[in-house]
Every structure is written in structure tokens, then in C-alpha cells.
């Protein structure tokens, strides 16, 4: 999540993450967001805000919500409000504790790296934003260098570090000379050796770099690399319909549609005893594919089926009656 959470420590009473309440809340939001299980994720966020008020640790959960929430409802101008409402706040926390000097500074430069990287990835992701992310980024490396000069074992870090370096060379010709002139410049081997030191020795920052190193993977295109790393993902996280998003765009970016709507339609079988809602999503995956490969009357069927099942989601029944449409439009 973004480097998320950082080892949060209080200069009176030691580490945060030493306290078994406070790590349990940390560790317990953590997995509810990978999780999609936004409303509980929320709730230990603002167990943390009551007991920590001036520590920026339960607003930067609450920001990585709704990046979260963001993916899974694109476009969405509520979602992306409360995400830079919530986003804000947490640096504002971060740079007064700063002020205050109760917390160690070298936790809340890392978590002001956190906070920018999670507002470059948001400008990416949601808005195709590469200029103000660009800055962003730039941002969140300097205080992560920072953090990286005080603390050379502060792994949760290296998410950030190892992000920086491999997209800063990845980055659309476009902006490259942009990037150049204001000193974005990574190295990509190093990045990539950052990434693994987070997946391998990060306290809380384990499953983020494995995001991130997919991301790596994809973008590099080494397809046979990212996916086992992404089934990882759905096998840890299987109520995160995200994540299938994620696996259809690589079927699609090699052309594979075909094999990715088989692949949905196996999901589906998987999904079906355990989670009705799941094995939709599924389906929903595999009819976008179908029409992707000009199967439209297959991928009629397959929204139909989604339609048969008992139970109902405002969210999915509207990516249904959208898909539809632009099937029978197209």
C-alpha cells in the first residue's frame, strides 16, 4: 500500500508496531484493503485516528482506501474527492508532527514519501496524469532518500525507492525530456533489487511490492514473470474483484482473449461454491474479453448468466448494463 504504514513509532513509548493493539489495527486494515473490505479497513483507520490523533499512520490507511475503492469504480468524482480530501489531510498530519518533533522524524519523512508516491500512483492510475505525478514522485523519492540515508534498514521504504527508479526510465517519450531536465532520473536494475529486498525483508510493505513489482513486470512486458506473481495476489486476496481487472488487461495487452475468457470461465468454476458475487465478477471479466475478440453474441450470453444468479450489487449490475451496451452499440 504504497510503502504503507512505515513502522510507525512514537518517540515516548518506542515503536508503534510494538504495541500488539496498535500493530494488530495496522496489520488488520492493511489486509482488509487488499482485501476490497473497505468498511473494515475504515473502521481500524479511525481506531488508529482516536488513539494516534496527531500521527499521520490511520489517515494514510483511509487515503489507500479509496485508491482502492477508485479501482474498483473508475471515474468515480465522489471517490476521487474523498481520496484527495483524505490524501491532504494525511500530509498535512505528517508535516505538523514534523513540527511538534513527538514522533521520530525519520518515520514521518517515510511516511511523507508514502503520502506524495500515493498521489503520483493515484494522478497514473485514475486521471493518466503523468506531469503532476511526475512531480509527485519527486516529492516522495526525496523524502525517501532521506529516510534511506538515516535508517539503511528501513526495507518498507524500498517500495518507493525500488518504484522510482524503474518507472522514472519507463516513463511516455512524451515526458522523458520533461523528466530529464527536472532530475527524474532511476536506475532500473536497482530498482528492481529494491523491490525484492521490500517483497522479501518489509514489515508492512511485503504485499506492495509485490504490486508493485507486477506493475514492474507488466510494464516491462515480461508476461510469463508478472502473472504468477498476480495469481499469488488472487490466491491471497480471492474477494478483491481488482484484481481481476488487472488479470484481463494482461490477456489483453498479448492479444489473448480467447485464452483469458477460458481462463475467467475456470475462475468462475472455482468461485461458484465459495462466492456467488466473485464468480460474477468472473463472468463479467470473461464477457469483456468475448467482445474484445468481436464474440458478441457469446458475450451477450455470458452477461445473461451473470443476470441468473441470485443476488445482487449495485456496482456489478451497473458494469453489466454498461458492458451491454456497448456491445449492442458496437
Not at 91 to 118: D, F, M, N, T
Not at 170 to 177: E, M, T
Not at 196 to 220: F, N, P, Q, W
Amino acid at each position: 500500500m504504497v510503502a504503507l504504514i512505515l513502522s510507525l513509532v512514537l518517540a515516548a513509548d518506542g515503536p508503534l508496531y510494538s504495541d500488539p493493539a496498535a500493530d494488530s489495527l495496522i496489520r488488520q486494515a492493511m489486509e482488509a484493503t487488499y482485501g476490497l473490505h473497505l468498511n473494515q479497513a475504515r473502521e481500524a483507520a479511525s481506531k488508529l485516528q482516536e488513539r494516534f490523533p496527531d500521527h499521520p499512520a490511520g489517515y494514510l490507511i483511509r487515503a489507500e482506501t479509496y485508491w482502492w475503492e477508485a479501482q474498483t469504480d473508475p471515474h468515480n468524482e465522489t471517490i476521487e474527492s474523498a481520496y484527495y480530501r483524505a490524501q491532504d489531510l494525511a500530509v498535512q498530519k505528517a508535516e505538523s508532527a514534523i513540527k511538534a518533533a513527538k514522533y521520530p522524524k525519520v518515520e514521518l519523512l517515510a511516511y511523507l514519501a508514502s503520502a506524495h508516491g500515493s498521489y503520483a500512483r493515484f494522478q497514473v492510475t485514475q486521471k493518466g496524469a503523468y506531469f503532476s505525478a511526475l512531480r509527485a514522485g519527486l516529492r516522495a523519492h526525496k523524502y525517501a532518500e532521506q529516510v534511506y540515508e538515516l535508517d539503511r534498514d528501513y526495507y518498507d521504504i524500498y517500495v518507493g525507492l525500488g518504484a522510482f527508479n524503474f518507472f522514472t526510465g519507463s516513463l511516455p517519450s512524451v515526458i522523458k525530456p520533461f523528466a530529464f531536465l527536472i532530475g527524474a532520473r532511476g536506475n532500473r536494475d536497482l530498482g528492481l533489487e529494491q523491490l525484492h529486498t521490500a517483497m522479501e525483508k518489509a514489515r508492512y510493505s511485503r504485499t506492495e511490492g509485490r504490486i508493485v513489482y507486477y506493475t514492474a513486470m507488466l510494464e516491462d512486458k515480461q508476461y510469463a514473470v508478472a502473472f504468477p506473481v498476480l495469481e499469488k495476489l488472487v490466491a491471497d486476496y480471492p474477494d478483491n474483484f481488482v484484481l481481476y481487472v488487472w488479470a484481463a488487461d494482461w490477456f489483453r495487452q498479448q492479444r489473448k482473449n480467447l485464452e483469458g475468457a477460458e481462463y475467467f470461465e475456470r475462475m468462475f468454476e472455482k468461485q461458484i461454491q465459495r462466492s456467488a458475487m466473485m464468480a460474477k465478477y468472473a463472468l463479467l471479466e470473461k464477457a469483456g474479453l468475448q467482445f474484445a475478440h468481436n464474440r458478441k453474441n457469446e458475450a451477450i450470453q455470458t452477461l445473461e448468466r451473470i443476470r441468473s444468479i441470485p443476488g445482487t450489487d449495485r456496482l456489478l449490475a451497473s458494469k453489466v448494463e454498461s458492458l451491454e451496451k456497448q456491445i449492442r452499440k458496437g
